[in-house]
T-cell receptor
């Protein structure tokens, strides 16, 4: 079956612009995660959605970052007023449910802020 | 907070050599421990996991044992292949869902 998909695969934006990154989880997976992979910080957890529960936003690095998940499926990560330090690969993952289940990762979106 | 520390790479081995990638953890409780692998050009995928002390995770010839006394979860394989060349990440899950990853160890296996 289809895996986790993300779009776009690459995004180049100018400093100060807003960007939206999209994630389509595996059908039927109720849990969805966003991570960030950068050279300086490695892999960092950003945010977690589980069903209709309030998301765990504890990993978001600043209030310029936000995410939503519509209809319990597709998720969008928005970065406002992008900065050069936001350049990274943004990874989305999903799992059947939130606790103790394997997370399946998408291919990522490579964001470059110039 | 809970974290993992893994050995720096890159690690270069000849085919059929024995592999060890060290991983130690710091945690207030007893989190599940994981090894993820990222093959060139591919996404992260779970290699193996262990959920409690003394558990051994294994997959594709790789093994790791959850050692509470040494707070370690070292990855081992008896005979590596060229196809094992990848970046390996040790991780733990203090919350049961979010993963805290190590920095990653790049492995190159030469014929």
């Amino acid at each position: 079956g289809a895996g986790v998909s993300q779009s776009p695969s690459n995004k180049v934006t100018e400093k100060g612009k807003d960007v939206e990154l999209r994630c389509d989880p595996i059908s039927g997976h109720t849990a969805l995660y966003w991570y960030r992979q950068s050279l300086g910080q490695g892999l960092e957890f950003l945010i977690y959605f589980q069903g209709n529960s309030a998301p765990d936003k504890s990993g978001l690095p600043s209030d310029r970052f936000s995410a939503e998940r519509t209809g319990g499926s597709v998720s969008t990560l928005t970065i406002q007023r992008t900065q050069q330090e936001d350049s990274a690969v943004y990874l989305c993952a999903s799992s059947i449910t939130g606790t103790g289940y394997e997370q399946y990762f998408g291919p990522g979106t490579r964001l470059t802020v110039t | 907070g809970d974290s993992v520390t893994q050995m720096e790479g890159p690690v270069t081995l000849s085919e059929e050599a024995f592999l060890t990638i060290n991983c130690t953890y710091t945690a207030t409780g007893y989190p599940s421990l994981f090894w993820y692998v990222q093959y060139p050009g591919e996404g992260l995928q779970l290699l193996l996991k262990a959920t409690k002390a003394d558990d051994k995770g294994s997959n594709k010839g790789f093994e790791a044992t959850y050692r509470k006394e040494t707070t370690s979860f070292h990855l081992e394989k008896g005979s590596v292949q060229v196809s094992d060349s990848a970046v390996y990440f040790c991780a733990l899950s203090p919350t049961g869902y979010a993963l805290n990853f190590g920095k990653g160890t790049s492995l190159l296996v030469t014929p």
